[in-house]
């Protein structure tokens, strides 16, 4: 248990770094612009980012790969996936059920996982997933998840784990209906630890009947903390697209004229609708309710349109 507690405790900090305020990008600079770059011995430090080629496993990655152990596989091609390497998930897709009771937790997996949950690409994310239920080997079936359920019910203690590692199993499609409900009643858990946990673990979830869930508390819940957890789920954490996320829009925009909200929750209210729609618009709701009635459709439809994996994070 006190490294699963260890575990948590750094997530929160992670998580709560991710989703700090944006700071406002600068003006360009009115000089003219430097010549292109034609070479790699040209490129600066500062400027615009510079494309290089994608990264892929190579034949004899794969071929050493293969000859290591269960531990070794995952935590390089979780490195692979999280450095965007084309292949890496699929491998992990093709490796991973049979990792499962073969491989433990470690610290060089927790780091890797937990940028994985914040990677600006879902699959990554999902690969996150994947991962961690074998570390904890959570086979994906209805009995895991019924046993993770019991033992919530019965000690509080456990109920952040559970709760944590249960959104993982509905994302997976273990139960979702049944997981999603069981969670939702513990969004008004005396516990704040709990309450902020099941926030975390809706959040893994991926569906759109959680967007209702992290509005309610956003507005409602009173930690400050479990609020900003919500925020962060409608705005860029979890396994919802971003086209899903635009259906958060107007409830977003409706608490922009809620009166009752204090400051930080209102900020964050309006982080969450520039960080969801990619538009730039002040702390204005009017404004906000003007946008959406005229280009909230077409926004929604750009993101369809898409690459649905595409999602803002942190690498």
Not at 202 to 213: C, E, F, M, R, V
Not at 270 to 283: C, D, F, W
Not at 291 to 308: I, L, N, P, V
Request: hydrophobic share 40%; net charge negative; with cysteine.
């Amino acid at each position: 248990m006190s490294r699963i507690w260890n575990r948590a405790l750094r997530l929160a900090v992670l998580i709560a770094a991710a989703c700090a305020a944006s700071a406002a990008q600068s003006l360009p600079p009115t000089t003219s612009p430097p010549p292109p770059v034609t070479s790699g011995e040209d490129i600066p430090v500062p400027g615009r980012p510079v494309a290089a080629d994608y990264g892929q496993l190579s034949e004899h990655n794969i071929e050493w790969m293969l000859t290591q152990p269960a531990q070794t596989q995952l935590e390089f091609l979780l490195g692979a996936a999280v450095n965007h390497d084309h292949g890496a998930t699929d491998w992990i897709n093709k490796l991973v059920d049979g990792w499962h009771g073969k491989v433990k937790f470690s610290k060089k997996f927790d780091d890797l996982d937990m940028i994985a949950f914040y990677s600006n690409d879902l699959r990554v994310r999902a690969a996150g997933i994947e991962t961690n239920l074998a570390i904890f080997n959570l086979s994906k079936t209805e009995d895991t998840a019924e046993g993770l359920m019991e033992r919530a019910r019965k000690s509080p203690d456990w109920r952040p784990y559970a709760t944590w590692e249960l959104g993982m199993l509905a994302n997976r499609g273990v139960e979702p209906d049944k997981i999603h409900e069981f969670l939702r009643g513990y969004l008004h858990d005396p516990n704040e630890k709990t309450r902020h946990w099941t926030v975390e673990g809706l959040a893994h979830i991926g569906s759109d009947d959680t967007i209702p869930d992290f509005l309610d508390v956003f507005r409602n819940d009173p930690s400050l903390e479990v609020r900003e957890r919500a925020g962060c789920s409608l705005a860029k954490s979890g396994m919802l697209t971003r086209e899903q996320r635009m259906l958060a829009v107007p409830g977003l925009i409706e608490l922009a004229y809620d009166p009752s909200l204090d400051p930080t929750t209102r900020s964050w209210v309006y982080q969450a609708l520039r960080e969801i729609t990619n538009e730039h618009i002040g702390n204005d709701p009017a404004a906000w309710k003007n946008w959406y009635s005229t280009m909230g459709a077409k926004r929604r439809e750009e993101f369809r349109q898409g690459e649905q994996w595409a999602v803002l994070g942190n690498s």
